[in-house]
């Protein structure tokens, strides 16, 4: 069974940055997407970025391009995301994912999902 645990939310001046992590147990496929969502209060679950873990490809919601980075640690089987630049609209908790398929933004087709983290970005 896949487990993922995220780590590194908190709270944060807008203009401010954080690091979230994400670790993966249990897996044991080779092929697969690693993704971040959020949620803000009273919102759907949002696509935020995302990377393929054999080739290392990353996607990123617009709202994110450019402050957001996305990357993995093979050996700890571990996901980050950098984000900088924090803008109190991007308050939300924020969700690690795991999909075994092709589809990258899509929530339904993440098969596994870790806890959830809350980023706070204070104006």
């Known amino acids: 069974q896949v487990q993922l645990a995220e780590s590194g939310g908190g709270l944060v001046q807008a203009g401010g940055s954080l690091r979230l992590s994400c670790a993966a147990s249990?897996?044991?496929?080779?092929?697969?997407?690693m993704g971040w969502f959020r949620q803000a209060p009273g919102k759907e679950r949002q696509f935020a970025a995302a990377?393929?873990?054999?080739?290392?490809?990353?996607y990123y919601a617009d709202s994110v391009k450019g402050r957001f980075t996305i990357s993995r640690d093979n050996a700890n089987d571990t996901v980050y995301l950098q984000l900088n630049s924090l803008k109190p609209e991007d308050t939300a908790v924020y969700y690690c994912?795991?999909?075994?398929?092709?589809?990258?933004?899509?929530?339904?087709?993440?098969?596994?999902w870790g806890q959830g983290i809350q980023v706070t970005v204070s104006s």
């Open positions: 990377i393929r873990w054999n080739d290392g490809n990353t």
């Open positions: 994912a795991l999909n075994n398929g092709n589809m990258v933004t899509a929530a339904k087709y993440y098969d596994y």
């Open positions: 249990g897996r044991t496929f080779s092929r697969f997407i």
